[in-house]
């Protein structure tokens, strides 16, 4: 498994190593161009001699070629050197390459641990060798070698600080090693698990015959044998603090206990006092406050009360019913609220109860046992409030009757003025509307603009001066002509 990092790096001397390759094979082929050479003059050929009288190799000098020389790449003639990286207690092998630098080398020597380790080593930064002498680039890494990433010293103090065992601890680094980095020869068990084992029997080697006690955790409980909640037997394993802290173990205190006392109630300063088989106590031997305890009170909860609550005062209907229910009286006045505006399923939440007689309940004190109680107060307590509702009452509607002329057998139609808001339409947009509905109910042709009473007087264009009930008529009432000519 390769990093990115270190896969672009294979790939890029895999690249180079074939560009190599592919060339000294051209070279070899005789493919590749070839550089103009200066002729060679044989000896002799200034002064007019056969050059093969001198020397008969030089004719067949000229017809046979050198051998040349096989190129061989950089890469195989300085392969990458192969180092060994030691932790704590992983190691790891790691190939130097070339293109990757110093601070991706480091990355991929901290993955390569945490693969072997199968944990979460911190990010290497630094190397040294064998002699704490520390390593700062790539080029003073050796092939074959062995590099740490820490000092020799502070590995040690790490190793001995988490020990697997005795004998691990006396085998040197290259055999602890040796084993953490073959999987079947590496423990079977974390050091975690290994020091969890062997607690127990760190805190037994304290005591080689330790004393046993009986434990109690109040003096009331005498009667009852170990083990149970109260008593618990126990082992002196080492110290005061340390039998303490037992003791709020065994006996599951909700504190820490902080102090032990002695059957006469004598503190108990250290675990030198005690004896084999005593008994001891987490509480002090208190005689005047064990003589005034009323245990009645002290271990019997008070007896609840049992109240009727009443969502009116007119219904006589026993509880329970709709408007009647018995309620177990709670711990405060806020919480028989509650439970009342659940149980008679009130529309608004109840804030305030009050007793037969009217008084309002203020301390949950004043509930007595089987009683009465109301959510309401009295009627003869209540006074009524004058409130003028007459601007709540909306404006009546006014019928009136409309005639289209004066004949007797005219019926008319009525004709209903309905009241509307003046935000939306003012007094000329009502009187307009009026109008409409006039021309549509009496069949007029012409848009009706005006009426007049039985007088004969022409009404203000204004609804409001018209009275309900009232006739009135579009067209003025007739009159005599004003000249004597007669029509």
């Known amino acids: 498994m390769y990093s990115p990092k270190e896969y672009e790096a294979s790939k890029r001397d895999w690249e180079l ?17 070839k550089k103009e050479k200066r002729k060679r003059r044989s000896k002799g050929s200034k ?44 190691s790891a092998k790691v190939i130097v390459r070339v293109q990757p630098s110093w601070e991706e080398l480091c990355e991929l020597i901290t993955q390569e641990l945490n693969l072997e380790a199968i944990a979460n ?42 020990g697997l065992s005795r004998t691990l601890l006396k085998l040197n680094a290259a055999e602890t090693q040796t084993k953490w980095t073959n999987p079947l020869e590496s423990p079977l068990i974390s050091p975690e698990g290994y020091k969890n084992l062997t607690k127990g029997a760190d805190k037994r080697m304290l005591a080689v015959n330790p004393k046993k006690l009986i434990v109690r955790a109040n003096r009331w409980t005498e009667h009852v044998e170990p083990p149970s909640h109260f008593v618990q037997h126990m082992l002196v394993k080492g110290t005061l603090d340390i039998l303490m802290a037992d003791v709020t173990d065994a006996l599951h205190m909700d504190k820490a206990c902080q102090v032990l006392f002695h059957p006469d109630g004598r503190r108990v300063r250290s675990c030198e006092e005690l004896q084999d088989g005593q008994t001891i106590y987490t509480l002090p031997k208190d005689v005047s406050n064990f003589s005034k305890r009323d245990w009645g009170i002290t271990l019997c909860p008070p007896k609840a009360h049992l109240v009727i609550a009443h969502s009116n005062r007119w219904s ?9 229910k018995q309620i177990v009286v709670p711990s405060s006045l806020k919480l028989l609220s509650e439970v009342i505006t659940d149980m008679l399923k009130t529309d608004n939440p109840v804030r305030d109860v009050f007793q037969v007689n009217g008084d309002r309940i203020t301390d949950i004190d004043q509930v007595e046992d089987l009683t009465h109680i109301y959510i309401d107060p009295h009627p003869d307590r209540m006074k009524p409030k004058e409130v003028n509702v007459d601007h709540l009452a909306p404006d009546p509607r006014k019928l009136l009757r409309i005639h289209k002329n004066y004949f007797e057998g005219d019926q008319g139609s009525v004709v209903t003025v309905c009241p509307m ?46 009275v309900p009930g009232a006739e009135y008529y579009t067209y003025p009432p007739p009159c005599t002509p004003r000249s004597n000519i007669e029509i």
């Open 421 to 466: 808001n003046p935000k939306l339409a003012d007094g000329a947009t009502q009187w307009i509307i009026l109008m409409e509905e006039c021309t549509l109910l009496l069949g007029m042709s012409v848009l009706c603009r005006k009426l007049w009473n039985l007088h004969g007087e022409e009404m203000p264009q204004d609804t409001k001066a018209l």
């Open 17 to 33: 190593q074939r560009y190599e390759d592919a060339s000294l094979m051209l070279y070899q082929l005789g493919i590749s161009p």
């Open 316 to 324: 006589e209907a026993p509880a329970p019913s709709r408007y009647a």
């Open 121 to 162: 080593i911190p990010y290497v930064s630094k190397l040294y060798k064998s002699n704490d002498e520390e390593v700062h680039c790539k080029e003073d890494l050796e092939d074959g070698e062995s590099y740490f990433t820490m000092p020799k010293a502070v590995l040690e103090k790490k190793r001995r600080n988490q």
């Open 47 to 90: 002064m007019g001699i056969d050059p093969e009288k001198l020397d008969p190799r030089a004719a067949a000098r000229g017809k046979t070629k050198p051998a040349l020389l096989p190129r061989v790449s950089y890469l195989a003639c300085n392969p990458a050197p192969t180092i060994t990286v030691h932790a704590v207690w992983q």
